[in-house]
């Protein structure tokens, strides 16, 4: 493979999961680890993504509460967030997660409509301040530098003692037989207790991320209620999850 090829590569892969490690990529392209972090550096020295300790981050996801336009796959995940914005209710009590489509989602919210949200994302709370009928509760904890939201026991511990009406969460990757899955130990443990104490759980994902796996499980595909991609429902790619016990939106 041409470096040109494998620096694509990586971009393709830290594009579309937000984050990746150096150890998956070099043994996804079958070249030492040296290699993958030289492509890295001299990609961040580009601007094209972020170096972070043992892996990189995508710019989009180095987001703010302005508008941020350099997010992969924008119009997708703008689509999926005007779904999800179609079930929310006066009055309800959700959680948003943090990436690049629950921050669609934040900023897609109508100004009129009242709700208290919970967040562990330091982007969406602060996306959410600005919307006046909106009671916004930051899940604190130790922060991930990287991904911008509160981990840890005490995040856990605090999500523990909410009942959502819904929760809308990301993932890193999703499959119809072995579920959601991430490659942060983590963010496992955050999701898991987001799920555990949600009424409804919601995943917004792009359809890129279908059909695909990593090394920590977060749940079965059926411990969701409801899946929303940007594509119809009865879209070929969404086939294997049809006869799975979750709506499809």
């Known amino acids: 493979m041409l470096k040109e090829e494998r620096q694509q590569t990586i971009l393709n892969e830290v594009d579309l999961h937000n984050r990746i490690l150096i150890t998956d990529i070099a043994e996804a392209l079958d070249v030492s680890i040296d290699t993958i972090r030289r492509d890295v550096k001299e990609l961040d020295a580009e601007n094209k993504l972020r170096k972070v300790h043992g892996g990189a981050i995508s710019m989009g996801y180095m987001t703010n509460s302005a508008r941020n336009t350099n997010i992969y796959k924008l119009e997708d995940k703008a689509a999926i967030a005007l779904k999800a914005v179609s079930m929310l209710r006066d009055g309800a009590v959700i959680f948003l997660d943090g990436g690049t489509t629950c921050m669609e989602l934040a900023r897609i919210i109508p100004e009129n409509l009242n709700l208290t949200c ?13 919307k006046a009928n909106i009671n ?7 922060i991930s530098k990287e991904a911008q939201i509160s981990i840890g026991a005490n995040a856990i511990h605090h999500i523990s003692e909410i009942r959502f009406d819904y929760s809308f969460i990301g993932t890193g990757y999703v499959d119809a037989t072995f579920g959601l899955t991430e490659f942060d130990w983590d963010i496992v443990q955050i999701k898991k207790a987001v799920i555990k104490a949600s009424k409804k759980t ?13 090394r920590y499980k977060t749940c079965d595909i059926n411990s969701i209620n409801t899946m929303i991609t940007e594509l119809n429902p009865d879209d070929e790619l969404l086939k294997a999850f049809k006869n799975l016990d979750i709506k499809i939106i």
């Open 118 to 130: 919970f967040t562990i994302s330091l982007p969406v709370a602060m996306e959410l301040s600005h």
């Open 136 to 142: 916004v509760i930051s899940i604190g904890g130790q």
């Open 202 to 214: 919601v995943l917004l994902s792009i359809s890129e991320k279908l059909n695909s796996q990593h």
